[in-house]
């Protein structure tokens, strides 16, 4: 099965530092969402991207937060100034549609700590 | 709002036993449920889902769930658990008019004792 992959696995940055998370979307994916999870919560809908926009976000994704597809590959979430509270497990997904039945192929996840 | 409640954040069974994890949602809308499994190391993966369709949904490695309205739930069964089934599992909603996100739980850790 087709796989959505992410870079680093590990990321250790210090607070107030600007980290920027890769992922691979599958190659005839249209959509693409970014998830988190803080140790011991739930895992938390951050943002969702389609044709270069923003297509929705969370409370969550405050103006430190930043999405890109700098390229046809790539979609990245750039954290631009880091807080101890953004230490979590960054999952980013996939999709062909919209379509909220539709399945969501999830990376490994990246785990952001923040010192 | 949606959310869903999973109950007990581990669980341990038996090698052959009834596998049953928890999942109870709220929605104030006809809800779209899933199952997620998370082996370690790995990412998300879609175990099953209910899209109202059938109330009973068989999905991936012997799992199934069904969608109960009168009771808001959506637990998940495997009648004998094996050992590779140990993994964190996700139960998830959401709505069936577009709205894309889901909602997550907080997970269920199941161990499988030999």
């Known amino acids: 099965e087709p796989e959505v992959t992410q870079t680093p696995s590990h990321q250790v940055t210090q607070m107030g530092q600007e980290v920027i998370l890769r992922c691979v979307p599958i190659s005839n994916h249209l959509y693409f969402y970014w998830y988190r999870q803080i140790l011991g919560q739930k895992v938390e809908f951050l943002v969702s991207f389609y044709n270069n926009e923003i297509s929705e976000k969370s409370e969550i994704f405050d103006d430190q937060f930043s999405v890109e597809r700098p390229d046809g590959s790539n979609f990245t979430l750039k954290i631009r100034s880091t807080k101890l509270e953004d230490s979590a497990m960054y999952f980013c997904?996939?999709?062909?549609?919209?379509?909220?039945?539709?399945?969501?192929?999830f990376g490994s996840g990246t785990q952001l700590s923040v010192l | 709002a949606q959310s869903v409640t999973q109950l007990g954040s581990h669980v341990s069974v038996s090698e052959g036993a009834l596998v049953l994890l928890r999942c109870n949602y709220s929605s104030s809308v006809p809800p779209y449920l899933f199952w997620y499994v998370q082996y370690p190391n790995q990412g998300l993966q879609l175990l099953l889902k209910?899209?109202?369709?059938?109330?009973l949904v068989k999905g991936i490695n012997g799992f199934e769930a069904e969608f109960k309205k009168s009771e808001t739930s959506f637990h998940l069964t495997k009648p004998s658990a094996h050992m590779s089934d140990a993994a964190e599992y996700f139960c998830a909603v959401s709505d069936n008019f577009g709205n894309e996100k889901l909602t997550f739980g907080t997970g269920t850790r199941l161990t499988i004792i030999p």
């Open positions: 209910y899209t109202s369709a059938a109330t």
């Open positions: 997904a996939s999709r062909v549609t919209r379509g909220s039945g539709e399945k969501l192929f």
